[in-house]
């Protein structure tokens, strides 16, 4: 009888040896799959957030897509294209917007349609897609100011507008987004 209390007491401890490398093993893979992880796939979860820009820059909005390197917002009727360089933190919020110069209304959860694409197109690629409708834009700059006009163009490391004053390039490592709408 003794050695049936031995034998079961060490398939216990292997059992109970082998439960602790399993949840070890599982938090040691769940920490990688973290440490890969850029703002495209955090803010990716379909939730509203709330996010501040360099510059003091902030917006409320819902995720909608991500490329390599940025993100697009929807707040209100304007959409936000930051990329990840000018993000500086994000919180989850689904009670107000907020837009360039006004307050913002509330919305409720983002669309289910919303698309992350982890090797899609980089920052100054979506910008060049977008120049082809020539949209007026407002870049906000790291700066706290902004530059508006109609978009023309996207070169190799700027952007061309055409506002009132006339052309106005802008450098694209400076912008912290591009709201359009």
């Given at each position: 009888m003794r050695f049936d209390d031995?034998?079961?007491?060490?398939?216990?401890?292997?059992?109970?040896?082998?439960?602790?490398?399993?949840?070890?093993?599982?938090?040691?893979?769940?920490?990688?799959?973290?440490?890969?992880?850029?703002?495209?796939?955090?803010?990716?979860?379909?939730?509203?957030?709330r996010v501040r820009l360099v510059g003091g820059h902030g917006c409320s909005g819902e995720f909608r897509a991500a490329g390599a390197d940025w993100v697009l917002l929807r707040s209100g009727a304007a959409e936000w294209y930051v990329p990840f360089a000018a993000l500086r933190t994000a919180t989850r919020d689904a009670v107000t917007s907020w837009a360039p110069g006004q307050g913002g209304a509330a919305h409720g959860a983002a669309d289910p349609g919303a698309v992350r694409c982890a090797r899609g197109p980089r920052f100054r690629a979506a910008l060049r897609l977008l120049s082809r409708h020539r949209p007026e834009v407002e870049l906000l700059l790291e700066t706290g100011d902004a530059a508006a006009g109609r978009l023309l163009q996207v070169g190799g490391d700027h952007v061309e507008l055409h506002s009132d004053a006339g052309r106005v390039y802008v450098a694209l490592a400076g912008i912290g987004a591009a709201v359009v709408g």
């Open positions: 031995l034998m079961a007491d060490l398939a216990g401890e292997m059992a109970s040896s082998e439960d602790r490398a399993l949840w070890d093993e599982a938090g040691e893979l769940a920490r990688a799959e973290r440490a890969g992880q850029d703002w495209g796939a955090l803010l990716g979860t379909g939730a509203a957030w």
